[in-house]
């Protein structure tokens, strides 16, 4: 193996793969990045055994060949490194690599040793608008558990019905649940939340469009120079439609950026109540209020003018209901709901493709 | 006590302030902050008995009074809230904040339980242009020791000779010193690093002018609306002078950047030797080169092209050497040593201000 890469690019890859390199684990190969010289490209790929990335960099290839060497000191090194070309050559299992002003030498594993990166031959194919799964993503993917106690609500899920496609997510004390217009066949797609966080991390602005092909086990997103594979989750999803409220006694529009500045306001007084606080929806008055009663800290009496139908007061926990908030980005949002029993529903007035439901606590 | 002050401005004060508060501590009202109105403003103060800040806020007072309250609380309250007019009455110990959209009520604790302040009477008096003093101690108080097991070396040393002032830290591993051009009396002033860093924290870049007056045992800190006290350190400053080399056999002048990049780069393969390298001065190559070989990583040879006048070799910490050209700011930077026994001077040749000085390793 020798070629010519410019630091720039290399640099560019490394920081996309390398975080995936698995360092706790007890295969220390599995800490290394794969190098990889063919035609006229070089590939850098790392996985964890649940998913692996593989970033392709356009390489003036003198001579083919793969190494793996430690993720974490080739990624230090090869960012400290100025702009401009690099050498890269195979001698031993010994990666040498050279530039105006450095020659080194890292100690590689035999890249027959590097665990077979899953690789998809055909199967269902799905493309993507690179934005619209972007932002969708960002709306679902943290509502998903972040435990493992029950794997299914650890995903991310994906399904069409009625010729749209959902993707949805929820830890079973909220959900997300977001619309794309896409044409699609009949898919089901169970993919763990963290695969799709690490797609958004090395997801560039630049990329215009994202394919998804899936098989029995495992799914392939591939987008601008990326390959990304993960296992699926092998569950059936729970049936949560039911769940996301079709109807509500209680409904107040309000400015998004008040409502939130209200939540975070009471949430401070509400350390005592483990981040719980109430919120009543007045018509009488026409506002939103929120009452705290912290009896060390003192009280607190937040309230913001809404547009309101029916009355009625709700326990919610207030950090959910900061991130609901915050997973919007219009100027005014729908906080319902039908009883202090039942789920509130967030939306946007202006936007229909987006919900988010927060499961009420005991008042 | 009654007054109105903008969001703004009590934010302001609330962030410079909060952080001093001391919430580990044993005394628990250390955890406050003192909110204090007289005349035609507000002060606002906390103090770990170490060092204490009062940041002046101007408000629309109706009638004084003070109290103390929680100060990570109320920092975060008032930052929460959206920027406009606030309200703050004191009733029976509690503290009522009151705007459009809320009123709180924070529970206090007498202002009379709170420490006194340090207060300094009167005494030697200095004044620094601000921007020059802020440098100074950037460049020099990250070289104080951060460990107490010899309180001298905590401190930053503020001392005149022939009509100079000097600025000086060490470690005893590394020293800094800054010649600031300022009119001074005989001063000598000892004061605790970790004072000269909260200080560079909340000096804002619009403030010209900083005042120190000190006495036996404290010094004060003027600037714009903030007022700090410190504790001084009562040690007689060990003679560094000395310490700074006068003479060097072996001189490279080369662009900072590029020694940067080869120490940064080196210092990934200086893993088994706890971060150490050897950097070799070669006049006969006109460069400056390091050497790192790890035994279970690889090794790895780096050079910068340098004006070189003598050749040798110095074992240095690399840490201490990025930090130490990190504190530079010019294009380039002389590195020089009398022998590999002696420490190495760093110098930008076109400014005589500001000197870096580290010990050696043993090679």
């Known amino acids: 193996m020798k070629l010519q890469v410019t630091q720039e690019n290399f640099n560019h890859a490394l920081n996309s793969v390398a975080r995936i390199a698995d360092t706790h684990g007890t295969l220390p190969i599995l800490a290394n990045v794969l190098i990889k010289a063919e035609k006229n490209r070089l590939s850098v790929a790392a996985t964890n055994l649940n998913i692996g990335i593989t970033h392709f960099v356009g390489a003036k290839i003198e001579s083919g060949g793969a190494i793996t060497v430690p993720a974490g000191l080739l990624a230090s090194f090869i960012s400290s490194l100025p702009g401009g070309v690099i050498e890269l050559e195979l001698?031993?299992?010994?990666?040498?690599?050279?530039?105006?002003?450095?020659?080194?030498?890292?100690?590689?594993?035999?890249?027959?040793?590097?665990?077979?990166?899953?690789?998809?031959?055909?199967?269902?194919?799905?493309?993507?608008?690179?934005?619209?799964?972007?932002?969708?993503?960002?709306?679902?993917?943290?509502?998903?558990?972040?435990?493992?106690?029950?794997?299914?609500?650890?995903?991310?899920?994906?399904?069409?019905?009625?010729?749209?496609?959902?993707i949805v997510a929820t830890d079973s004390s909220r959900l997300a649940e977001k619309t794309i217009n896409v044409k699609v066949p009949k898919i089901e797609l169970l993919v763990p939340a963290s695969a799709m966080n690490d797609l958004l991390r090395i997801l560039d602005d630049e990329v215009k469009e994202i394919k998804i092909v899936k098989d029995e086990q495992q799914a392939l997103f591939s987008f601008g120079d990326v390959e990304l594979v993960t296992r699926l989750i092998d569950s059936t999803y729970p049936n949560y439609k039911p769940l996301i409220p079709t109807k509500s006694s209680v409904k107040a529009t309000l400015k998004r950026a008040d409502l939130l500045n209200i939540v975070k306001v009471s949430s401070l007084f509400a350390r005592e109540t483990a981040g719980s606080i109430t919120i009543e929806v007045n018509e009488a008055d026409q506002n939103v209020?929120?009452?705290?009663?912290?009896?060390?800290?003192?009280?607190?009496?937040?309230?913001?003018?809404?547009?309101?139908?029916?009355?009625?007061?709700?326990?919610?926990?207030?950090?959910?209901?900061?991130?609901?908030?915050?997973?919007?980005?219009?100027?005014?949002?729908?906080?319902?709901?039908?009883?202090?029993?039942?789920?509130?529903?967030?939306?946007?007035?202006?936007?229909?493709?987006?919900?988010?439901?927060?499961?009420?606590l005991k008042a």
């Open 91 to 166: 001698e031993n299992k010994k990666l040498k690599i050279t530039t105006d002003q450095y020659n080194s030498t890292i100690n590689g594993i035999s890249a027959e040793d590097f665990p077979v990166m899953p690789a998809i031959e055909s199967g269902e194919t799905l493309t993507f608008n690179a934005a619209d799964l972007k932002k969708g993503l960002q709306q679902v993917a943290f509502t998903a558990s972040s435990t493992d106690s029950r794997p299914v609500l650890s995903g991310v899920f994906f399904h069409s019905l009625e010729g749209k496609l959902f």
């Open 289 to 360: 209020k929120i009452k705290s009663l912290a009896s060390q800290l003192g009280e607190n009496n937040a309230q913001a003018p809404a547009k309101v139908a029916g009355s009625g007061s709700i326990t919610l926990n207030s950090r959910f209901l900061i991130d609901g908030i915050n997973a919007f980005s219009g100027e005014e949002l729908v906080f319902s709901f039908n009883s202090n029993l039942e789920p509130v529903l967030l939306k946007d007035p202006k936007a229909t493709d987006y919900v988010h439901v927060i499961m009420p």
